[in-house]
T-cell receptor, first 110, second 113 residues
């Protein structure tokens, strides 16, 4: 069965500190993984996807198939990074649904 | 281009009443999804349309929920009769076929009293 887990409901870090938001998944096959973010009073939006292998707003995420993880990392947290972060998974075809993890609320303390 | 539009932004109804939520996806997006955020946090999948067809409705909680997508354009989600546990924020999202990236609407907040 498809499942996405995010063990931390709430994560607080100081400005300038490194941040890592954990995500693990279960899927029988090779899914596509995403991180979506919702800033205060904004819509849920894509942050990054594993196939792009790019850094967005200083965030990176590496897909580890052996550990079935897709952790989100940033070396130096900024106050504007405070938001709700959701890890998401989609099967290989465009007909597959996207399922979301429970989300992690990141708070960056000035 | 216009984004994903949802109406109403907030609806307050009493238990037993009916509510219909509407979603207008981005023009040309074949995929349309409905999600519900429960307990203010988790985003739960409800169903997925490909054009006018229901591709996956495994997340629909019960037969009080009915979703339609007329002519493969806008979609409606009707809750009848509403129960207290139906309260939450209902999100709609759309994507182009093969794009795999969802564009979300602002959500419709439903409060059942």
């Amino acid at each position: 069965a498809q499942r996405v887990t995010q063990p931390e409901k709430l994560l607080s870090v100081f400005k300038g500190a490194p941040v890592e938001l954990k995500c693990n998944y279960s899927y029988s096959g090779s899914p596509e993984l995403f991180w979506y973010v919702q800033y205060s009073r904004q819509r849920l939006q894509l942050l990054l996807r594993h196939i792009s292998r790019e850094s967005i707003k200083g965030f990176t995420a590496d897909l580890n198939k052996g550990e079935t993880s897709f952790h989100l990392k940033k070396p130096f947290a900024q106050e504007e990074d405070s938001a709700m972060y959701y890890c998401a998974l989609m099967g290989k075809t465009s007909y597959d649904k996207v399922i979301f993890g429970p989300g992690t609320s990141l708070s960056v303390i000035p | 281009e216009a984004g994903v539009t949802q109406f109403p932004s907030h609806s307050v109804i009493e238990k037993g009443q009916t509510v219909t939520l509407r979603c207008d996806p981005i023009s040309g997006h074949d995929n349309l999804y409905w999600y519900r955020r429960v307990m203010g946090k988790e985003i739960k999948f409800l169903l997925h349309f490909v054009k006018e067809s229901k591709q996956d409705e495994s997340g629909m909680p019960n037969n009080r929920f009915l979703a339609e997508r007329t002519g493969g354009t806008y979609s409606t989600l009707k809750v009848q009769p509403a129960e207290l546990e139906d309260s939450g924020v209902y999100f709609c999202a759309s994507s182009q076929y093969g794009a795999n990236v969802l564009t979300f609407g602002a959500g419709s907040r439903l409060t059942v009293l």
